[in-house]
Structures are given as structure tokens and as C-alpha cells.
């Protein structure tokens, strides 16, 4: 889909970017990193030809880019950068349809177009279509941003550190978000980033640079399983089996609780609990309603005394939660086990901290020693 051939940029006798080689396959995100002025951005600017490249080849679907004229070229490029760059004097479907205005589209088409991308990023489109940039927090004007860039449907996605300026906790949603949105859409994505944890969590392929020259090219799993030498390995960093369970999600290591319903009484919760010491308590229709410690009807409480309520967002995780937020859950909340439970707050799983040392000492079998050579 995008591929780049010996692609060089000079200023004078400085080279930003020596000679850099890859491809990305369709519907793949592939993400740029590397210490700052190591020549990420500048490969991104060249891809759409905000800078030309004074050497190589970028070809997208076989095509040369600099065979097309520009405007060709950034119709199939959505763009999204940090600083956002919405368009204050504009609503947020004003500026969702920049592009498709620019394209010609008709007022109707646009407006079921914003309505339908705002959904897509979160965003109600009843609450969000009227309001303007300054109305907006610094998470909803990027989800924003994105809807803008995925306005005229382009089949490439380029993205320069687009969560860099928000807020850590919103930055994990919008993370999420994207991983969402991604999974329905299947662009071809190019994305800048200086957060190694959010390479790791977002990208199918991780082009890791340095001084303009690119030190490995691969997925995520081979780049923490094989460094390819001693900088990709300090970069990456020591705790590599911790970034490694950003890739295992919690669907993949669930396994069936031991429930009852709040109703069954002590004798039924016994029954319930087996050998084990806790029981996931349900409501009637399968929500999370708390869990009962058997050792509690031990001590001679009753049924409803030993119940211990919980707020189900709080005290579980999605299916699609990574296996670390899981773990950084639990060690939060003191537990040894979490509940997972779906958009409705019905339990359909749990997961437990040896479900998560598995996931970690499974990837450490294939850890081989960072290669001494250092490339570049």
C-alpha cells in the first residue's frame, strides 16, 4: 500500500532522513518513534509532500507520489497533527466538512456525514454537530480532529503525535478510541508518536529511528521479543514484559468465575463457591451486583451480610481492556482477580494474576540478547 525506497532528505549537510526502506501493507498501522530530530516527522511530512524528499521513492498503490499533482495526492490523505488545528470561526460539523465542501458535496451529504463520524468518535452528534472548537475540551476537539481527517473517507491515515497534548487519562481513551474505530475501518495508517507504550499498544508494524536512519522495522512482538540491537533494546527499555501484556487482551486469558444469583440463600452460595473462596454475586439479568467471601459465612453472617455490593464500572474491565491496565487495575484496587464484564454490566469472565504472570513468563521464552552491534 505505502512504499518507501531509499527515501532521503538533506538541508545543506545535514541529513534528516539517510536512506530509509519499508512498507505497510493495507489496513496496517505503522507507527514512526524514535528520539526527538530523529527524522519521524519529517518522513511523515514527505509522505504527503509537505516536504518533498531530495532522494527515493514514496509509492502509494504503485504510484510515485511525486507523479501526481498535489492536490490528487492529499485527497486520499487524512491528516491529523497535536495542535489539532480546527478552525475556531467554524462549528464542529463546519469543520468536519472542510474537505467534503471543498470536494463539492452537497449540504445534506455533509451533515449526515458529520453526524455519522461523530458517533463514530463518541461524540453525540446532538450535543457536539453546533458547538465551536473553544467549547470543546482538549480530548473531544481531537476526537474532532480525527472526524476531519476521516471526513472524504481516505483510504491513508496520517497522524503526528495526535494524543501528545492531552491529558494522560484522556490520552488512553483516545487511545482506545482509535484502536476501536481502526478495528471497524481498516485504514492504512501512519502515526508519529514519542510514547513507546503507545507504539507497542496501536501499531501492526514499529519503525524505530535514529539521526534519520532506521534502526528495525517490525511488529511489535518481534521488536520486544528481538531487538535488533543495543539501542532498539534501551529504547524499548527494561520492563518488556510488562509493555508486552499492552498486546494480550483480557478476552484471551479470561476464564469462567463461579457465580450465583443474589437470591440463592447460604446454602446456594456454598454450592456455588465449590473450593473456591469467592463467588461473583449476580442480578437477575447477569449484572455485577458484588461477590461473597465464603469465610465471611464462616464466621456466622448471613447470606445478605456477607454480600459485598461493588460499582461495577469501577470494580471490573472490558473484554478489550489490555492485559496491563487489568493488572494496574487490580494491584490499585488490592486484588488477585478482576471481574470482566460487557457494555451492560453482565459478568462474562474473570481474570487472575496468574493468568497474568503466564502471560508475561509465555513471552519471556522467546527473549533473545540484543545483538552488540549498534546500527547507525
Not at 66 to 81: A, D, F, T
Not at 172 to 180: I, N, W, Y
Request: glycine share 10%.
Amino acid at each position: 500500500m505505502i512504499r518507501l525506497e531509499g527515501v532521503t532528505r538533506r538541508y545543506g549537510e545535514k541529513t534528516a532522513v539517510d536512506e530509509l526502506s519499508f512498507e505497510v501493507a493495507e489496513g496496517e498501522v505503522c507507527v514512526l518513534i524514535g528520539p526527538s530530530g530523529c527524522g519521524k516527522t519529517t518522513t511523515l511530512r514527505m509522505i504527503n509532500r509537505l516536504i518533498e524528499p531530495t532522494g527515493g521513492r514514496i509509492l502509494i498503490e504503485g504510484r510515485d507520489i511525486m507523479s501526481l499533482p498535489v492536490e490528487e495526492l492529499r485527497r486520499g490523505l487524512g491528516y491529523v497533527i497535536q495542535s489539532i488545528g480546527l478552525f475556531p470561526h467554524l462549528t464542529v460539523a463546519g469543520n468536519i466538512s472542510v474537505v467534503p465542501r471543498l470536494l463539492g458535496w452537497d449540504k445534506a451529504r455533509m451533515a449526515a456525514r458529520a453526524d455519522e463520524l461523530l458517533r463514530l468518535v463518541g461524540l453525540p452528534p446532538e450535543a457536539y454537530r453546533d458547538k465551536y472548537p473553544r467549547q470543546l475540551s482538549g480530548g473531544e476537539a481531537q476526537r474532532v480532529g480525527v472526524a476531519r481527517a476521516l471526513a472524504a473517507d481516505p483510504p491513508v491515515l496520517l497522524m503526528d503525535e495526535p494524543f501528545g497534548a492531552v491529558d494522560p487519562l484522556n490520552r488512553e481513551r483516545l487511545q482506545t478510541e482509535f484502536a476501536r474505530i481502526q478495528r471497524e475501518l481498516r485504514k492504512t495508517v501512519i502515526f508519529v508518536t514519542h510514547d513507546i507504550d503507545e507504539a507497542i499498544r496501536l501499531a501492526d508494524k514499529i519503525a524505530i529511528m535514529r539521526d534519520g536512519k532506521l534502526q528495525q522495522f517490525a511488529s511489535p512482538e518481534e521488536l520486544l521479543n528481538h531487538p535488533a540491537n543495543k539501542f532498539v533494546h534501551d529504547f524499548v527499555g527494561a520492563d518488556r514484559a510488562l509493555k508486552r501484556l499492552v498486546r494480550v487482551k483480557v478476552s484471551d486469558v479470561m476464564r469462567s468465575p463461579a457465580t450465583v444469583f443474589a437470591n440463592a440463600g447460604e446454602i446456594g452460595f456454598r454450592e456455588a463457591a465449590g473450593r473456591r473462596r469467592f463467588t461473583y454475586v449476580l442480578e437477575p439479568d447477569g449484572r455485577l451486583l458484588g461477590w461473597i467471601d465464603t469465610h465471611d459465612l464462616d464466621q456466622g453472617l448471613s447470606a445478605e451480610e456477607a454480600i459485598t455490593l461493588v460499582d461495577a464500572g469501577e470494580a471490573s474491565v472490558g473484554p478489550d481492556t489490555s492485559l496491563r491496565d487489568a493488572l494496574s487495575r487490580m494491584l490499585g484496587l488490592g486484588f488477585r482477580s478482576i471481574a470482566v464484564t460487557d457494555d451492560g454490566c453482565r459478568l462474562i469472565g474473570e481474570v487472575t494474576f496468574s493468568s497474568v504472570e503466564a502471560a508475561m513468563a509465555e513471552g519471556d521464552e522467546h527473549i533473545a540478547a540484543p545483538a552488540e552491534a549498534d546500527a547507525g
